[in-house]
């Protein structure tokens, strides 16, 4: 490269980098945060398998943390990668659903409003199949995820994006990886605008009655998945 070849990729490389410096500060970009690789495991304590998951049914299991509930769905049908954004205004692209058929979601089930999550007693959040039935809350779709305490609804097949209710963000995803060849699932990290920090400080009293001095502690190995309505004595509906 001669001189004037080497000013000319200067000068490139510096507007370049000014052009993307200045991108990036009306859009920053949530990345994925990677946690401990974790199978999951049915009631047994063996790993389930995709196929026997019953579709458009709330499944639960715990992850990051022991105390932090996800919802595992199989929506039964193919969700596509999708671009959200969370309330810090940090883009991201939810990479849509895996499995055979693209159907297979998960996300924090902790409701990105007020926080809202599903105990052993009762739970207020949780997926229905086809149209909101409550006349005060009119539904802007089917298949949502619905948080009974505000009306937040969210849906699953598009990275649980907020379609009506008070919420401010997608509710976080968990990242899960298929292998075809054993027809298991592996949580492997989050995406978007996670809670975790504001759960543990607003639940600090209940979650160490509910789930002991582990519950900040990050789930090893592997979590057991439950359906909610195994998991929880009262899900309510709205
Ligand atoms: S806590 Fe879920 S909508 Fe308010």
């Not at 974790?38 to 105390?67: I, M, S």
């Not at 990275?159 to 060849?181: R, S």
């Not at 979650?207 to 439950?226: C, D, H, I, M």
Request: glycine content about 8%; proline content about 5%.
């Amino acid at each position: 490269m001669d001189r004037r070849e080497f000013g000319e990729a200067c000068a490139w490389g510096a507007g370049s980098l000014a052009a993307t410096l200045a991108g990036h500060a009306w859009a920053a970009e949530a990345r994925p945060r990677s946690y401990g690789r974790v199978l999951l495991v049915d009631e047994l304590g063996q790993p389930l398998k995709a196929a026997g998951l019953r579709t458009q049914t709330n499944y639960v299991f715990h992850y990051p943390f022991e105390a932090t509930p996800v919802f595992l769905l199989d929506l039964g049908k193919a969700a596509t990668a999708t671009q959200l954004v969370t309330r810090e205004k940090q883009t991201y692209q939810w990479p849509g659903g895996v499995g055979q058929q693209r159907s297979l979601v998960a996300f924090s089930a902790i409701c990105a409003h007020k926080l809202v999550y599903p105990t052993k007693e009762l739970s207020f959040i949780s997926f229905r199949k086809g149209a909101a039935v409550n006349p005060q809350t009119p539904s802007k779709g089917s298949d949502l995820i619905h948080c009974c305490a505000d009306h937040s609804q969210y849906d699953p097949a598009r990275g649980a994006l907020v379609l009506n209710g008070p919420a401010e963000q997608p509710l976080c995803a968990v990242l899960i990886e298929h292998d075809a060849k054993t027809d298991q699932l592996t949580a492997t990290g989050t995406l978007g605008g996670e809670l975790f920090d504001d759960f543990f400080k607003k639940y600090e009293m209940k979650l160490s009655l509910e789930v002991g001095p582990n519950a900040k502690q990050a789930v090893a190995r592997q979590s057991t998945v439950r359906e909610l309505d195994r998991y929880c004595r009262n899900a309510v509906r709205c």
